[in-house]
């Protein structure tokens, strides 16, 4: 099982940005699929970007496509979130989530076995 540990969530107003990073260790880091979930209070958690260990393959939900970017530094065992042109609807706690072999299904409606304890995103307008 591999565990995952999130850092970089803060505070901002629209349009800022912020870069979320999330160490992985355990497990070896082979054919994943790495990612970022989030969720704002009452509403469900939902799938924003993936990316495959593999062949770093990557996918967006439309609401971020265009302003968020997903990456990995293989060697550090380290996947990033960069969050541009952030808004209001974008505040939420988010996590980083990993599920063994490659990414099906769309983002949004991804559902990883395993996922970190959360950074928190405050845009305020």
């Known amino acids: 099982q591999v565990q995952l540990v999130e850092s970089g969530g803060g505070s901002v107003q629209a349009g800022g940005s912020l870069r979320l990073s999330c160490a992985a260790s355990?497990?070896?880091?082979?054919?994943?699929?790495m990612g970022w979930l989030r969720q704002a209070p009452g509403k469900e958690r939902e799938g924003v970007a993936r990316i495959s260990t593999f062949n770093g393959g990557t996918d967006y939900a439309d609401s971020v496509k265009g302003r968020f970017t997903i990456s990995q530094d293989n060697a550090k065992k380290t996947l990033y979130l960069e969050m541009n042109s952030l808004k209001p609807e974008d505040t939420a706690m988010y996590y980083c989530?990993?599920?063994?072999?490659?990414?099906?299904?769309?983002?949004?409606?991804?559902?990883?076995?395993?996922r970190g304890q959360g950074t928190q995103v405050t845009v305020s307008s």
């Open positions: 989530a990993a599920a063994l072999g490659f990414c099906t299904g769309t983002t949004p409606l991804w559902a990883p076995n395993s």
């Open positions: 355990g497990s070896t880091y082979r054919n994943y699929c």
